[in-house]
């Protein structure tokens, strides 16, 4: 069973750094996309981030240069450094996992996912 937990969220100050891990289990296709979505209150969720078992990076344009999608597959970790925060940022954040890395990007739908970790809060103030 394939299970993806976040950790790390909390509260920063507006241009301040916060960095997000979501550790998996039970994942062990040898292809596979992992991507960073998040969904702010009222909006639709958007993803922000990907990384495919090859290392390519896509970044939403909203988070493009602040923020950095890495792994560590010793560690069977997914990360997100987010730097020079916003409040517009303030949003839950959740980590995906899906087999294969075909059209592994920031356009690949929400159903072109199978497993989703329960999301971590992330508040950025003024």
């Known amino acids: 069973q394939v299970q993806l937990a976040e950790s790390g969220g909390g509260s920063g100050q507006a241009g301040g750094s916060l960095r997000l891990s979501c550790k998996a289990s039970?994942?062990?296709?040898?292809?596979?996309?992992m991507a960073w979505f998040r969904q702010a209150p009222g909006k639709k969720r958007e993803t922000i981030a990907t990384?495919?078992?090859?290392?390519?990076?896509s970044y939403a344009e909203s988070v493009k240069d602040r923020f950095t999608i890495s792994q560590d597959n010793a560690e069977n970790s997914l990360y997100l450094q987010m730097n020079t925060l916003k409040p517009q940022d303030t949003a839950m954040y959740y980590c995906?996992?899906?087999?294969?890395?075909?059209?592994?990007?920031?356009?690949?739908?929400?159903?072109?996912?199978?497993?989703w970790g329960q999301g971590t809060q992330v508040t950025v103030s003024d």
């Open positions: 995906a996992a899906a087999a294969g890395r075909v059209y592994c990007s920031t356009y690949r739908p929400e159903k072109g996912f199978n497993y």
């Open positions: 039970g994942f062990t296709y040898s292809e596979y996309c």
């Open positions: 990384i495919d078992s090859d290392g390519s990076r």
